[in-house]
């Protein structure tokens, strides 16, 4: 026997009499993940101006190059000229790379250094313009004055803050209106213009940069920080390059070549590789054909998270704002994102001038990246 009784279609086409059946939940496809920023963690101090300090050193070099090219016999000559002759000193034991010859500076006159030839027993070998020469250490003797102190100036560093924000405004009649899915307008508006903001922060930590004229802002000019991959001078790999390891799509080769070069230059623990999607695909296809699977495994897996070289064990950071093309190397124990002293990220409520209640987050913050040399970036990879 079929129902007779009024149902749910028979309430009309439009349904005007069935109260409506929304979820609570309201779902976001934007993305507004920040990785880097999560992995680097809150700074231990804040930035107190607007124009952040800091102060880095080095030691006395320990390598010189070369640069002659008038040779008369490359494998006898005692004397040649290098880039900068004040990183050497009198009895300085040196040693060319590539060489097993050992030499002793007997002279330094501004950068022409006069030399003992195939000291302790070992062969005379041919020299070359831009050979890097290694400092073994140097020869002192006995009961000898002291030698002449030398010392490194240390160095100050800067970046400049860069304020973020975004306005809330939110009319009385939609707050005091019964919403879906939350219980106060105003505070889910405060809550998405966050999440924007802390996207933003992050986008500009990797790909900002300051302005060239007034970079402590003026009426003109807003200020800006510089960000990670613009502060990196020394430490650049590019497809193509010289000595670099050849192709446009990234190897295990490259990022090796490359944790290599900045151990040799510096003392980092780089312990961050940070990527885009595309170039994560290209890491995990590291490992394509070194698996191995059983009969009765039915998961695949082909992601890699963590990579350790000889260089340092690092974590692999995909994060949606590094440039495609790009991977970053970095040593986190020197990189801190500093807000301004009482400027973190708030709320703050603003006069209402009519029926609205409004205000505005805001937040002020810095990217202290210390020892540049001690990061590194490969750049102008394929992405096809």
């Given at each position: 026997m079929s129902f007779s009784g009024k149902a749910t279609y028979s309430s009309g086409s439009t349904l005007l009499e069935i109260a409506e059946d929304v979820s609570d939940i309201i779902s976001i496809v934007s993305p507004y993940e920040t990785p880097l920023l999560e992995m680097l963690g809150d700074p231990l101090y804040n930035a107190t101006s607007t124009r952040h300090e800091w102060l880095e050193d080095s030691l006395l070099p320990n390598t010189g190059t070369i640069n002659d090219s008038s040779w008369t016999d490359a494998s006898a000559d005692t004397s040649f000229i290098v880039d900068d002759g004040t990183c050497f000193r009198i009895g300085d034991?040196?040693?060319?790379?590539?060489?097993?010859?050992?030499?002793?500076?007997?002279?330094?006159?501004?950068?022409?250094?006069?030399?003992?030839?195939?000291?302790?027993?070992?062969?005379?070998?041919?020299?070359?313009?831009?050979?890097?020469?290694?400092?073994?250490?140097?020869?002192?003797?006995?009961?000898?004055?002291?030698?002449?102190?030398?010392?490194?100036?240390?160095?100050?560093?800067?970046?400049?803050?860069?304020?973020?924000?975004?306005?809330?405004?939110?009319?009385?009649?939609?707050?005091?209106?019964?919403?879906?899915?939350?219980?106060?307008?105003?505070?889910?508006?405060?809550?998405?213009?966050?999440?924007?903001?802390?996207?933003?922060?992050?986008?500009?930590?990797?790909?900002?940069?300051?302005?060239?004229?007034d970079p402590q802002g003026s009426s003109n000019v807003a200020r800006s920080m510089n960000g990670i991959i613009n502060s990196i001078q020394t430490n650049i790999f590019k497809a193509g390059q010289s000595g670099f390891p050849a192709g446009t799509s990234l190897s295990e080769n490259q990022i090796n070549y490359a944790l290599r070069k900045i151990w040799e230059a510096s003392n980092s623990n780089i312990d961050l590789i940070v990527v885009n999607g595309y170039q994560k695909r290209m890491i995990n296809s590291f490992m394509y054909g070194l698996r191995s699977y059983g009969p009765k495994d039915s998961t695949f897996s082909n992601m890699v998270d963590i990579y350790e070289s000889d260089f340092g064990v690092c974590k692999i950071i995909p994060t949606r704002w590094m440039p495609k093309d790009s991977v970053l190397l970095l040593d986190s124990s020197r990189i801190s994102v500093l807000p301004l002293s009482g400027r973190s990220f708030h709320y703050k409520p603003l006069p209402s001038g009519g029926d609205y209640e409004c205000g505005q987050i805001i937040g002020e913050y810095t990217l202290e990246f210390r020892n540049e040399e001690a990061h590194g970036v490969i750049t102008d990879m394929s992405v096809a």
């Open positions: 034991q040196i040693k060319a790379e590539g060489s097993l010859e050992l030499m002793v500076i007997t002279n330094v006159s501004g950068n022409i250094l006069t030399v003992q030839r195939g000291y302790a027993g070992t062969t005379a070998e041919d020299l070359t313009d831009n050979q890097v020469l290694h400092i073994l250490g140097n020869l002192a003797y006995e009961g000898a004055d002291k030698p002449a102190a030398r010392f490194t100036n240390r160095i100050r560093k800067s970046n400049y803050t860069q304020i973020f924000t975004s306005s809330v405004e939110v009319s009385g009649s939609d707050l005091a209106a019964r919403q879906l899915g939350l219980a106060d307008e105003l505070d889910y508006q405060k809550q998405e213009r966050l999440r924007e903001l802390l996207r933003d922060l992050e986008n500009t930590v990797i790909n900002g940069g300051m302005a060239a004229t």
